[in-house]
Nanobody, 127 residues
């Protein structure tokens, strides 16, 4: 059974940093692209960042480009999202997800292309 467990959320002041982690199990981690999404109150879930199964490609939403960095550790089966220069508008529940297609070429930003999701971790940025 595939499990994704996020951690690292919390309350931080604007301009601060957080690092989210997503520990994966139950699937060959190194064969799947991974993504981070977020959902703010009253809004739809939106794409944040993705990383390829090889780790060689990344893609970011314009709203986080230059501030967030996605990475993965194959030894720990973990994906990270380093978030710097946080803004109040980054406040949301953050979810990691695994692409449904093994060894996909290219990175997906559409949530329906991800079949396993974590439970989410709350990030709150105060002004």
């Amino acid at each position: 059974q595939v499990q994704l467990v996020e951690s690292g959320g919390g309350l931080v002041q604007a301009g601060g940093s957080l690092r989210l982690s997503c520990a994966a199990s139950g699937r060959t981690f190194s064969s799947y692209n991974m993504g981070w999404f977020r959902q703010a109150p009253g809004k739809e879930r939106e794409f944040v960042a993705a990383i390829s199964w090889s780790g060689g490609s990344t893609y970011y939403a314009d709203s986080v480009k230059g501030r967030f960095t996605i990475s993965r550790d194959y030894a720990k089966n973990t994906v990270y999202l380093q978030m710097n220069s946080l803004k109040p508008e980054d406040t949301a529940v953050y979810y990691c997800a695994s692409d449904r297609q093994r060894l996909r070429r290219g990175l997906e930003i559409r949530s329906f292309e991800y079949d396993y999701w974590g439970q989410g971790t709350q990030v709150t940025v105060s002004s």
